[in-house]
């Protein structure tokens, strides 16, 4: 049976089309993945289903009846939730205020709200998602991935018949993934629609029953998922051939096995690590993965002088280094590119200049003044050789797209020519092409002679680009492997505590 | 890959203008309907005028301008000049002008940098920040002077007042030779990118190697600065240090700047629209006068034509998200 159904739906944003005549049916009992290259129309395709966008055309069928979504709250009468990619919870707000906000007076009796209706109600709920967050907690307090997954308890707790996951996965770890699989396919057996976007195209194969592919607004193929390969996918997503390739790295392995260390901490101890020792060449690419709460973004942190250590030493280029504050990081040669790069990277207000050269003021000034053509120019460069995509490079930040931010991010440390870069979860969110074009700039960047730390939960990811793996749990370095000689499941394995070697 | 900027026809460039100097725009609107309605208006005199009246304003509006733009406010300044500038008279018998002027700026710029380390190194909120010590320093010039005003200020001081050079008022040279200078800092000097990067989004600038601290106690230091520095020309204006200046300044201040198209959240905004915010508001004052409007009248059409200006702006960036 259909559930939903939109025909022929057009919208168009001002110098965009993003979305022209296309169509699209959900039947229940189905998992029906959305695939498409960033900026194909995706997003824009789920907001106008869940009334947060209206369209300029088209028309959409709830069961077989015409129906007009009006806004978010009609959306959800109708029995259609959105997970959004981006987390939209109220940060001050607890959990459970968050899961029901909206629906208090469900627990509502003769005027007063029962919190210990609403805090059992959403106990329960949380329970039956094997989802492990106090409902009392603050959501700021939460990571990005519990976000996430208080985001789904929210969505399913409307009991709608159609959901909407937009990229769920972005910021979940494998064991995290696997719940969220489980719930789906419980979904799935009770004869409701989901709606599957995700970038991470072996998911599209282990949950989805049929694809839908969009590029450039309209419907390129669509059918069932046991019909096409993943090749096939790629190329109808990108319209070109794309083979998504690692880096030949056995021929480097030898050089890099003999150069120096750039970074090297010894039994460093902080909050949420335990006795780390762990070094990085000059010229590598070392990855680190683990669960949430492994400690690998607390280890990124340290090594950025984001957050003090407690004991320990931490040597860069053989000589010791006190890290107190970024700056000082910045000082000897560290870039951070981090994986919030809305919240932690980006001024979305200021210039793609003013980004990319925020870093480097000391340098670019002349007698403690900027040269402001000066600094253009060699913005430009940078634009140029990372093949950032602006209207100009005085263009607001904000107006590039997902991948050229991240890329901007990027520039702003190639800037002060760095000996070591930090990245986090690198390629979250985005499409396969801008994929291998990250990847493609870490290589060049490693080519250079630049250090490179990765921290991912993506071990497809690191498996691909790094010479060495190191997964953490529980706050400590429990495996170390090399790129090359590793499987996936035994990477998995020790990020769940698993003991190796 | 930078593309063109796309051709703009006589109509965008119009609604360019309009959308980006709307504020300009109700200056001239304004101007020109003064000069209609009044033959006083433009004339040399008036305008010289207007821009004396204006100095004071436009020094504390800069500072303010800096603080909104880390994405702070600070309601304190009022009293900050109130206070250096007691300070400052009182002492001008006993050693001298110069020394007296001196102490009297870095007293403001102590009460300023206290401010910026409450913000800066405890993290507590601006608002409520400068509020306590609006009502603290205000208290402070109450004990200090004892509530009367202290005219012992010696002759010759009310040049930095009152004088001129050449046709130019001493005042009206002194605020656009701040305004000036602090444009170009601003525009080009590191540390103002620092404050348009703190105030965009605080977190990035930290991971960027910004001493965020360092950066705000700075600015609410330089809003002290200037605000002692406003006060000493009223001191030399009025020939006395008045305890109950300034009670308005704050408000004039933050009007000014918020009209001239900085925006509150931070980081966004030009110092050039804030001079055009200050001569707006300093024209609408001018213009109520020249009108004869009875002084009950004057502040409700200010605080309209400010409301107005606000819904103005907040509309434009709506336009421009768009």
Redesign the interface.
Known sequence: MILLEVRNISKSF?GVRALDKMSIAIKSSEVHALVGANGAGKSTLVNIIAGILKPDEGESFLRGKRVHIQNPAHARRLGISLVPQIPSLCENMTVMENIFLGEEKRFVHRGFLNWQELFNECQRLLEILDIHVDPKAKVRDLSASENQLVEIARALSFESSIFILDEPTATLTSVEKEKLFNIIKKLKAQGRGIIYISHRLEEVFEIADSYTVLRDGKVVSTGEVSSITKDELVRMITGEEVSLAGVKREAKDKDIENAEKILELKNVTADGLHDISFFVRKGEMLGITGLVGSGKSELAKVV?G?SRIRSGEVLFNGKPLTLK???Q???VGMG?V?ADRL????????SVV?NV???S??DI?KF???P?RGEKAKC?SM??QL???????SSPVMFLSGGNQQKVSVA?WLMRSPKLLIFEEPTQGVDVKAKQNIWDIMENLREKGISILITSSDVDELLMVCDRILVMFDGRIVAEFKGNEVSKESIVGATMGRRIK | ?????TKKGPMNTLMYLIKNAGILLALIGLGVFLSIVSDVFLTVSNITNIFRQVSSNLILSIGTALVILTGGIDVSIGAIMAFSSAVAASLMMKIGCVLASIIGLLTGAALGALNGMAVGLLGLEPFVVTLSSMAAVRAMTFIYTKGYPISTVPEGYNVLGSGYLGPFPIPTILSLGLFVVMFLIL????FG??I??TG??E?????????VKAVKIAVYTLNGLFSAFAGLILVARLNSAIPTIGSDAPFDAIAAVVMGGISLSG??GSLLGTLVGVLLLGTINNGLNLLRIHAFWQGFVRGVVIFVAIVIDRFRAVSRR?
Request: net charge positive.
């Open positions: 001002p950025f984001l504050t970024p700056k990081a910045l000082k951070f981090p919240k932690r990277s980006l001024f979305l207000h200021r003013e050269s925020i870093a003021l000391q000034a403690g003044w900027l402001l430009t634009i140029k093949s950032i995509v602006t209207h100009s490079p702003r | 890959m930078v593309s063109n900027d525009r080009y000097k590191p990118r620092r348009y990067a965009d989004n977190i990035a600038a930290i991971h960027s190697g910004i001493n980081g966004r768009k």
